[in-house]
């Protein structure tokens, strides 16, 4: 019965993501379509729980869809203030292509995907699961997810952090950091919400950190939650507010990866392989390291959300108009 | 194994890294921070190859777990030869750097010191992608590689930041993207049909299947994409041609090739045993097709830039000969050994007709291929380093191009491949034909000589040096020779002696 | 006998990865086109979270996991450039989709 009721949900959750996906890529307003998605990623929240993957849901929703979603609206926004400005009127959508040819190519494509997902054969599926389990003890860790990150598989991890900072100083070379939004009215509660929930989100995104070590979470959630403080903060009181200094935003954007650079060439240098921890020290290591990367993730995903480089503050601490410098620099 | 060895081959990837915080972080040093890297990159280049000439193939294991369950680096042949050709020309466009994004200019000039600040971080990060990219012998890694390069590749070309530049900079990003969506569906499809994402392993456990076919032929959409292989280079010539010239050489020579080289180690190491006569003849017809068509397609264009930028679309069309060709038993290694020299001479050349186009798109403030006339005179070395790439590029005696196509040429004779034969015969003749094109507006006398601005001489010096480098490689070649046969794959090994 | 719980949800990712491709081919809005690839990777990621399942009682194998995060966090990183050149662009030219490929030929600065 139980079982029943499962597969029912499983059957009802899919349905629901595939009917969002779809739907939030087919409104005619792109505005929707944003909303959409955003409730497109807590649903798949839903389903990464079902896989037994907390770790995903967690990063899903503060990643995937929170700071991508923020990322989308604001960057939808100034596209259309940008466009009513140049047209004094709201673009019409572009027409779409002819689907036919598309819509075939497709069917024959979805077809060859699922014929793969049943031929895969089963006795391969146990994947690296039985390694991975053996090795935890070695690792330093008790959160097996948490092993592959930082242990098995760190470089991956050093790598992904270096594409982060990559992200960073691509946006800041093609972009101006986005001017406050102007006339909108923050009322007592937002002031309200801000002054409660900052601190207290970053109490939960310490917690994270610690947590991950043996259950799910760690350096990208907690990451993400320092980010969503940012964000919430920007929101609230505007990047007007103390904007930091621009060497700030650089030395915050690259201490993640300096640390874990560092450390990976002096386990080298040591006499042991890039990145290998002394045995033993593991544990220790891999906290230094995700406290590291959880303030550079989090810098990061807020200046990414910022969409460009800092702009030098006028006398007044009001951002100067960026449409009056853009295309010049 | 000699604990001396393993300890080149990280540095690859740890040095260009470093050298990003740095020119990122300090922007008043970053031109000589940016040189330093190079400089240290190309010392641990020499010394993975000397390494690897002395003991052979390699393997390192990062955090000393190996595969399946860690990440390993594998140093063959084929990678060091890949690794040689991104040294040396990531120190040609390096020194070039130099002048085209001139240091210590007054503050006052704002988009100079702009560019110069992002193009080194940039350029880091293509390096250290492109180095892990050739080192990594993990799939999912080399996804992040792949987007590493894209990215930092994206960011590069809107460097220009004109609108032609921007718009074909968000081309190239979002084509990229959906690219590596591709093979990153098709690594899901690999790890939950083999269970490991190593290329060694998946060579060893690799077995006919619909998931196998399904996961391959996605990696080989997307990477196919990512080359910018004919007929999926619609990106290419927009991005190649509105980049900042150094930016161009290093798309052309080197970002290109990173794909094609992945695609090289699926086919003909993680993947030879299946019956891959069909892949092969389909990657052998688009390349002849693509050969042509660029060839064409440049001959037909009127700026400089865009027809070195369809000569490349041209050029990729040679590298995919080497799937039917390398594939028989007697002559498959001429035909290995053709296409990787062939792809070393296109590198080179390409960076050394893009620095030549770029001087003297900065001398005349156009590069109106009709409006060429008298730059023979104005910018000698730079006419003469662009009629020496030319000469590569044709494929005419003593190249590095003409190894590369003589060897393709042998194989596809002796394997009576005629319409390969036929179709390298056309794309030569077209690229005589643009060459030759160009070459004669640069030294036809003009009425009075046009005004032109000053260019560097680094930069100058450079785009000779390196054409040289492009015309002489034809002298070194037992050297490569003895690298690319290191660990080659197993059935394009030579049952007897080879070589030209 | 009825579908296990990852078959299901690979057959979703699969579906939903296509759905991103067809939307990502025709509608030519960058931030469409932006939303669409996210999408899109978000089923590849469900295909890859799949084959870690190992049933309801079991640990799921942890390094699809781990590629996943991966995934997400590059992905986010992916979007954050495409927004900031879609930006410029529309700034540039007023207009939310790429221009077509002008007649390069004719081109002439």
Known sequence: ?????????????????????????????????????????????????????????????????????????????KMRLSLAKMRGDETKLPEPGRPWLHISGLMAMGGALGWAIFSIPPENTGGLLVPAMRELPRSGVGNPVTAA???????????????????????????KSRKPAQGVPRGPI???????????????????????????????????????????????????????????????????????????????????????????????????????????????????????????????????EEDEVEGQA | MNPEFLSWIPWLVVFPLMGAIVTF???????????????LILVATVGLVAQT????????????????????????????????ISAVVGACVSLYAIGYFPPGSKASDEEKNHKRRYFWPLWMFLWAGLNGLFLSNDIFNLYITLEMVGFSAVALVALANSRNALTAAMRYLLV????????????????????????????????????????????????????????????????????PTPVSALLSALVTKGPFYILLRLWFFSFASLDTTYADYLFGALGAMGLIWGAAHALRQSRLKLLVAYSTVAQLGYLFLVFPLARAEETGFTAWTGVLLFLAAHALAKTAMFMAAGNILQALGHDTISRLAGISRLLPKSVFALALAGVSLMGLPPSGGFIGKWLLLDAAISQGRWWIVIAVLCGTALAIGYVVRVIRFAFEDPIDLPQVKSVSAVMEWTALATALLASLMALASSLPLDLITIDAPAHVWPEVGVGP | MSLDPETLYALTG?????????????????????????????????????????GKETVADPVPHAMVLTGIVVAVAGTALALALAGRISSETGKVDLEEPQDIEKEDE
């Not at chain 1, 890529?25 to 037994?52: E, H, P, Y």
């Not at chain 1, 891999?286 to 030098?312: H, K, Y």
């Not at chain 2, 390699?58 to 060091?80: E, H, K, M, Q």
């Open chain 2, 176 to 243: 990229g993207l959906m690219g590596s969506l591709f093979f990153l569906l098709g690594v899901a499809f690999l790890y939950g049909t083999y269970g490991t994402l190593d290329l060694t392993l998946l060579g060893e456990r690799s077995r006919a299947n619909m998931a196998t076919w399904v996961a391959i032929s996605l990696m080989t959409a997307g990477l196919i994409v990512k080359t910018a292989a004919f007929p999926l280079h619609f990106w290419l010539p927009p991005a190649h041609s509105n980049a």
């Open chain 1, 1 to 77: 019965m139980i079982d029943l009721a499962a597969k029912a949900f499983d059957a009802l959750l899919a349905g629901l993501i595939l009917w969002l996906a779809w739907s939030s890529l087919s409104t005619q307003d792109i505005l929707k379509g944003i909303v959409l998605f955003i409730a497109f990623g807590l649903c798949m929240g839903l389903a990464w729980v079902r896989l037994n993957a907390p770790d995903i849901a967690l990063v899903e929703a503060a990643v995937a869809s929170g700071i991508t979603g923020a990322m989308l609206l604001g960057a939808w926004n």
């Open chain 3, 14 to 54: 699969c579906g939903i990865f296509l759905i991103g491709l067809y939307s990502f081919s025709i509608y030519p809005h960058l931030i469409r086109k932006i939303l669409a690839l996210n999408i899109a990777g978000a089923g590849v990621y469900l295909v890859l979270a799949s084959m870690a399942y190992q």
């Open chain 2, 53 to 84: 000439l002395a003991y052979g193939a390699n393997t390192y294991s990062l955090g000393g777990w190996g595969a399946p369950l860690g990440i390993d680096f594998r140093v063959d042949g084929l990678s060091a030869w890949m690794l040689v």
């Open chain 1, 190 to 320: 937002l002031y309200g919400f801000a002054r409660i929930s900052a601190p207290l989100l970053i109490l939960i995104g310490g917690y994270f950190l610690w947590l991950g070590t043996s259950r799910a979470g760690g350096a990208f959630q907690a990451g993400a939650l320092m980010a969503a403080v940012g964000v919430l903060l920007v929101l609230t009181y505007g990047p007007t507010r103390r904007v930091p200094a621009e060497w700030i935003d650089r030395w915050g954007s690259i201490f993640g990866l300096t640390v874990f650079l560092t450390l990976g060439i002096g386990f080298m240098l040591q006499g042991r392989a890039m990145l290998e921890y002394s045995a033993g020290s593991a544990g220790a290591w891999i906290l230094v390291i995700e406290s590291a990367a959880t303030v550079s993730i989090g810098w990061t995903l807020l200046l990414l959300f910022l969409g460009g480089r800092p702009q030098a503050a006028s006398q007044k601490g009001i951002l100067v």
């Open chain 1, 149 to 175: 990150l930082l242990n098995y598989r760190a470089y991956d991890t050093l790598l992904e952090i270096g594409v982060l900072l990559l992200a960073v100083v691509g946006v800041w070379s093609i972009a």
């Open chain 2, 25 to 39: 972080t300090f922007p008043r040093i970053a031109t000589w921070a940016g040189l330093f890297t190079g400089v």
